[in-house]
């Protein structure tokens, strides 16, 4: 029987289908490999063993009464953005340090009614701002390959709790790469749906036009699995999309033979780290020989303006989110100040970290009077602008696909104080959030950094709610190699 902290989840499934392992093992293993490299890893704030092996009994039992699922009794963490009744949600942040939901987020709940396992909620840069899981107040996550180095943001407690084999599978949200970008620099596969495929209701708010939760997983089979249960309508969130949901694991074998791809010239830059460039172009490759049409130099010419565009949007969003966080209704509030007032302003000034409160004084700066039109509508007008360069090329193309990082990962604090460079490591991502289309990251490859090995993700991006095709082209080039195999040398 292979390691079981190292299973897929479909495979997990077989295993539990035909009696050879119970859930209640697979939690245990999960349970004692977070108690043997998360002192080292730092992927979770909340470990949730009781909760879990109940979970998992209760799963057991599901079975034995004739039920079947993929993701029963599988183990899972979950982001801690996502909200989670009877378990705290920090997002990270000081704010919500003790603050435990009454009620579970739709995308928490269609998993619990899977029958998945919960075993924790991991860590993250605080309300999901940051490229690194640097700014959590909890501390930082460590990156499995090399723990020197980040495993990327904000899900990068995700990312990692995945590659470590602590959780078969996991959830995060992505606002401007926030799943793609941990996933390729943890070597997992991470996939952002179209905006409005996947329920919000529960997630709390960073940027509400460009939030999306998607999945982390060990292979792509896994990841159309998760979309089949997490996606669909919800009245609960107005922004949720009254689309049909097909089974997403219709077309994962149906290979690449006849379908155009393009390759965006914008983002294969002359100053692209070699070792990327030579990762994405053999995957290109891969592709062709499969059968694929691959057109480099698509012309997406607003691909420059999409960094600016993103860091107005998404702070001026943030900056009206975040305005709850008052001490009055609930989280972290100071009470020792002159007045209201000045209780207010102590506890937003002691409750967000140092990248929350730059981002909220951008978004408010953009959205002051004299400002606005020069800065918040301009963004949304380039915003519209991207979204139809996209259209262009998709009326031309089935896929486009790029690299997802400019570099592979970095070491914790050599980007810490240069809030420009840290945001540059979403330049590839963040345009698919601006245009709301579903986005993957799959491994494809290693580059050699000093004694360790670092992964490199392939950036897969498609029409809107045309996740089958994506995940198709995915699937495709995960066959021709076996980079999900390799583990980390915890």
Not at 26 to 43: C, K, N, P
Request: charged share 20%; net charge negative; with cysteine.
């Amino acid at each position: 029987m292979p390691e079981l902290t190292s299973l897929t989840a479909h495979a997990a499934a077989a295993l539990l289908r035909a009696r050879e392992v119970s859930s209640r093992e697979l939690t245990e293993a999960a349970l004692e490999r977070i108690g043997a490299v998360d002192g080292r890893v730092h992927a979770f704030l909340t470990v949730t063993a009781e909760n879990a092996l109940a979970q998992a009994d209760a799963a057991d039992q599901r079975r034995a009464a004739g039920e079947d699922g993929e993701l029963l009794g599988v183990p899972v963490a979950l982001k801690d953005v996502l909200i989670t009744d009877g378990v705290r949600t920090t997002c990270g942040s000081k704010m919500l340090e003790h603050f435990v939901a009454p009620y579970r987020g739709t995308v928490v709940g269609k998993l619990f009614d899977a029958g998945a396992v919960m075993v924790g909620k991991t860590n993250m840069d605080e309300f999901a701002m940051g490229s690194s899981t640097e700014n959590s107040a909890y501390g930082a996550t460590h990156n499995p390959w090399d723990l020197q180095r980040v495993p990327g943001g904000s899900s990068g407690g995700s990312a990692a709790a995945v590659a470590a084999g602590e959780a078969v599978y996991a959830l995060g949200s992505d606002t401007g790469g926030s799943i793609r970008q941990p996933a390729a620099l943890c070597g997992v596969v991470g996939m952002k749906p179209t905006y409005g495929r996947v329920s919000r209701f529960g997630l709390v708010a960073f940027a509400s036009s460009l939030d999306q939760i998607g999945p982390f997983t060990r292979d792509v089979r896994d990841t159309a699995l998760v979309l089949n249960a997490i996606c669909g309508h919800d009245a609960c969130d107005a922004t949720s999309a009254p689309v049909a949901v097909p089974d997403f694991t219709a077309q994962l074998e149906a290979g690449v033979r006849g379908l155009r791809i393009g390759v965006p010239k914008e983002y294969l830059p002359p100053d692209l780290d070699a070792g990327v460039r030579g990762c994405v172009d053999d995957a290109l490759a891969a592709l062709e020989a499969q059968g694929a049409h691959i057109e480099r130099d698509v012309p997406l010419p607003s691909t420059g303006a999409a960094l600016a565009v993103y860091y107005i949007i998404a702070p001026s969003e943030a900056s009206a989110n975040l305005a709850r966080y008052d001490g009055v209704k609930y989280g972290f509030a100071y009470q020792e100040g002159a007045g209201m007032w000045d209780n207010m302003e102590k506890t937003r000034g002691m409750g967000f970290g140092a990248e929350v409160k730059r981002r909220i004084m951008l978004g408010t700066y953009a959205l002051s009077s004299g400002y606005y039109d020069a800065y918040y509508l301009k963004a949304q007008k380039v915003r519209t602008v991207i979204r139809r360069e996209f259209d262009a090329a998709f009326a031309q193309y089935d896929a486009l696909v790029a690299p997802v990082t400019p570099t592979p990962a970095f070491k914790i604090g050599e980007k810490a104080d240069d809030p420009y460079a840290m945001y540059l490591n979403d330049v590839f991502t963040l345009p698919v959030n601006i245009a709301g289309l579903p986005g993957i990251s799959v491994p494809c490859g290693f580059v050699a950094a000093g004694a360790s090995e670092l992964p490199v993700g392939l950036q897969i991006i498609g029409k809107p709610f045309d996740e089958g095709t994506v995940l198709r082209v995915a699937r495709a080039y995960e066959q021709t190699a076996d980079w999900s195999s390799r583990t980390p040398p915890l």
